[in-house]
């Protein structure tokens, strides 16, 4: 594989103030700028820590990503697990990208606990926050392979009237294939790919958002 080269380091900071003003995809032409007031910022989780919201990994993908961070390493310094600023990459064949730090957001769920034997009987319903990776499982199955946390966007105080389309899973639900599976998240909404978090406006190079990659 032909090296790349790193052409910028965006502060986080000029990211956080795209995210804001990004509204939702997908969202029947409703301007809604979900992020607009959020708390951001970045900090360090083991992955175990977190919840996944998706049910797989791909072979091909965690081979890329182990070699894109040995090259960085090696020429910049710079490991993709422990990112804290958007990087701007130009590959091999001349396409320019951006790289930012996996996506943490905290929002409030509504459970219902199911007590142990032994237990008290827990409140009918409980509203507790959750933090989700809604982006980079990749890397966080790496930093989980190499047992080091993971530098992470954290966000939270996102309008609560949009939950994230997928609901949290367990690390034990997710697998690794060699191709996409056809379950590939437990998603929340009956039509899934509505009202869809705006964080690719994070690793944005240029004056447009890059395409979109849910849905394929």
Same mark, same amino acid.
């Given at each position: 594989?032909?090296?790349?080269?790193?052409?910028?380091?965006?502060?986080?900071?000029?990211?956080?103030?795209?995210?804001?003003?990004?509204?939702?995809?997908?969202?029947?032409?409703?301007?809604?700028?979900?992020? #607009?007031?959020?708390?951001? !910022?970045?900090?360090?989780?083991?992955?175990?820590?977190?919840?996944?919201?998706?049910?797989?990994? $791909?072979? %091909?993908?965690?081979?890329?990503?182990?070699?894109?961070?040995?090259?960085?390493?090696?020429?910049?310094?710079?490991?993709? $697990?422990?990112?804290? =600023?958007?990087?701007?990459?130009?590959?091999?064949?001349?396409?320019?990208? *951006?790289?930012?730090?996996?996506? +943490? #957001?905290?929002?409030?769920? /509504?459970?219902?606990?199911?007590?142990?034997? *032994?237990?008290?009987?827990?409140?009918?319903?409980?509203?507790?926050? +959750?933090?989700? $990776?809604?982006? %980079? /499982?990749? !890397?966080? &199955?790496?930093?989980?392979?190499?047992?080091?946390?993971?530098?992470? +966007?954290?966000?939270?105080?996102?309008?609560?009237?949009?939950?994230?389309?997928?609901?949290?899973?367990? &690390?034990?639900?997710?697998?690794?294939?060699?191709?996409?599976? =056809?379950?590939?998240?437990?998603?929340?909404?009956?039509?899934?790919?509505?009202?869809?978090?705006?964080?690719?406006?994070?690793?944005?190079?240029?004056?447009?958002?890059?395409?979109?990659? &849910?849905?394929?």
């Amino acid at each position: 594989m032909s090296e790349l080269t790193l052409e910028k380091i965006e502060p986080i900071e000029v990211a956080f103030a795209r995210l804001r003003e990004a509204p939702l995809d997908a969202a029947d032409g409703q301007n809604i700028q979900i992020y #607009e007031n959020a708390v951001m !910022r970045t900090c360090d989780f083991r992955p175990e820590e977190l919840n996944p919201t998706s049910l797989y990994v $791909l072979e %091909g993908h965690l081979d890329s990503l182990r070699h894109l961070r040995r090259q960085l390493l090696k020429r910049y310094r710079i490991d993709i $697990l422990r990112l804290s =600023s958007v990087l701007h990459i130009r590959t091999p064949d001349g396409v320019l990208i *951006g790289i930012a730090p996996p996506f +943490v #957001e905290v929002y409030e769920e /509504i459970v219902q606990i199911i007590p142990r034997e *032994g237990d008290r009987i827990p409140p009918p319903r409980s509203v507790i926050k +959750v933090p989700v $990776l809604k982006d %980079g /499982i990749h !890397r966080a &199955w790496l930093a989980r392979e190499e047992g080091i946390p993971l530098c992470c +966007v954290l966000v939270s105080g996102a309008t609560g009237d949009y939950l994230p389309y997928a609901y949290p899973n367990s &690390w034990s639900d997710v697998k690794l294939y060699a191709d996409k599976p =056809s379950e590939k998240k437990f998603y929340r909404r009956q039509n899934p790919y509505t009202y869809l978090r705006p964080i690719k406006a994070l690793r944005q190079t240029g004056d447009k958002p890059p395409e979109n990659e &849910w849905g394929r």
